[in-house]
Structures are given as structure tokens and as C-alpha cells.
């Protein structure tokens, strides 16, 4: 017998997204259409532990579609990580009769999803980060805009760069991700991407750069993931150093996280809220919805976070024990997969600087 849902609650947490309003927009909206009521809880888990929550009625998610941000606000609540926060998460679904949660954000907020759903608090995640860092996801909200982000900025870098005749080393975010900067690159023309998931050939980098400017070549782009830590900036002095070629250094940072979602981003959040609100209507917990071949899936939260643990090499003794053969041959296959798709990008972005 499915469980009858009077209320839900909705948050944003972690590090912020454009596109996380479309997708409490839709979350709301995709409710509040099936006859439950809705509250945004502000300030993330935070809000949970401190009861700060406003009613979401149709018109409360009015014109926020198109805003970057998020007006939920967002928070890293080191409390929801002790049993002592969360009772009193507990305690604030239980006053306010919220029968179950959509929470938006990185994996650190399914982790506090998790522990939500296992202490009766039927909770859903949604996948919004720039950096689109969730193994088990195409796709995460936020990564498009601020990939485009990159775009715009940097092509105004190349602008100065050509007038000038120099080379622009441009580090953008990503976490321990190389996706934005290794797709950025692509986009851009860049002559060179480092990225943590695949080796960067600093003296072959060099060399290109030497061999282009005496072909005539003006500009040059390198675009530098923050994964590589302590690298871009240096990376700037050795290529002036090296090649003779003037080279400036730009670090994008938080301006990538700003601003106003993209359609793609605005999509992808809308489809991603409803199916949520449908998940959690269905009775279904503990899941994060995420696309894969471009369709909209919902997976295990436990599922994701070990597939991710495998992909980054950090799995700990025993955690994969609750998985069947079949699902850790598929998790291996979706890392092999994921490795390829990196490694033939990589390659691209190389062969294409000439
Ligand atoms: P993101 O969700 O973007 O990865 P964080 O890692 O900062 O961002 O996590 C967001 C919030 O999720 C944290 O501030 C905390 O409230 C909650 N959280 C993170 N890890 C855990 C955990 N292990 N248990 C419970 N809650 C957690």
C-alpha cells in the first residue's frame, strides 16, 4: 500500500547551481499539481536542524525560472552530520508533517539523503553542481551554464589575446572534475587542457606552442581544471619562460556559478524535479535521480556514491559488499566507459591544435 503524502519538503545544498531554482520551481509546481503541499526549506540541511522553512504555493515559485542561485539559499551544516542534528531534522519533518524531502545538490548532500531515508524521512536527491562530478549522471544541473560561462569569458580573453599576440592560460572550476575544462577546451580552440584524468605532456605543450608562433600563430588558450592543484599559474610563467610567447593567467572561479540558467539547464532541472516528486509520490526513497543514454533514471544513492568511490580509487573495505556481481560489472563498465569518453575528448581537443 503506498504511502498517502500530505506534504514534502525541498532543498538546496552544498555548493549552489544555475538552474537549482528551475528545479524547485518544478519540484513545487509537479507537487502541488498532485494535491501535496509544499515547503522550501532554507538554507539547506540547516534549515531542517533550525525550522526555517517557507510554504511554497504556486505563486512562491513565480519567476525564479530564469534566476541563478538559488533563493532556497544553500549551506554546508556541519550539524546534519552528527545523530544530535539529526534528530532535530527529524523532529522538524515530523512538527511540520513533511512526509518526505527532495534534497538538490553535490554528493555530499545525498550522503545527508541517506541518513534522512534511513531514519524513516523518504528522501529523493537531485544532481546540481556545476561540476557535474556525479559518476552516475550524463548530466548534472548548472554544468551547461557554466560551461557556456567559460565560453563567453574566454572568448573575450581570446579577443585581447590575438590584438596582442599572446597566450591566455585560463583555470576554471570543476572540483577533482576535468569535465568542464576538458569540454571548454574543446569549444574554445584551446592549444592544451589539463585535466586530473588524463596526463598532461608539459614539454610536447611547450613545443606546440613554439612551433605554431613560428608558423604564424597568434594566440593561444590553455585551459587549466582546478583539479590540478597548484599548477595553472605556474604553468603560465614556464610557458612565457620557455616559449618567449607573452602569457597571462585568468582564474574564472565563483563568476562560473553565477548567472542565468541556459535552456538546457532550465530543461534538464524541470525534468528532473518532476520525476523526483514522482519517485517520492511512488513511494520510492533513497534514490537519486540521474540521465543516463539521455533519459531520466532514478538510482540507488548507495549505488552511486560506491560507483563514484570506485571511479576516484577511494572505495573503502567492505562497501561494495551489499552489490550484486552484475551491478558491480555494470559499475565497472560505466567507469571503463566514462575513462574512454575522457581519453577520446583529450585527444581531440590535441589533434585539432594546429
Ligand atoms: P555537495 O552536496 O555540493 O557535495 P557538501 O559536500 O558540502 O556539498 O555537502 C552538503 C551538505 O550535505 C553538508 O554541509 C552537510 O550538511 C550534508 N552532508 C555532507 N556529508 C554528509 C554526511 N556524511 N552525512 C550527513 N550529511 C552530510
Redesign the pocket.
Known sequence: MEKKFRKIGVLT???DAPGMNAAVRSVARAALARGVEVVGIKG???GLINDNMIELKPRAVTGIIYQGGTFLYS???????TEEG?QKAIATCKKHGIDGIVAI????????A??LSVRGIPTIGIP??IDNDITATENSIGFDTAMNTVLEMVDRLRDTCESHARCNVVEVMGRGAGDIALNTAMALGAVACVIPECPFDEAACMEKIRTLRADGKRSFLVIVSEGVENFSEGLAKRIQAETGVETKFARLAHVVRGGTPTLTDRVFATKLGVAAVDQLLAGKSNLVMCQQNNKIVAVDILYSQCLDRKYKGTLKEGMLEKFSAEEIAAMDAAIAEKKAEFAELYAIVNDLAR
Open positions: 545544498s552544498g555548493g539547506g540541511y540547516s549551506d554546508r551544516c556541519d550539524e546534519f552530520k539529526m545538490g553535490g554528493d555530499g548532500t545525498f550522503r545527508g541517506t541518513d546540481g553542481t
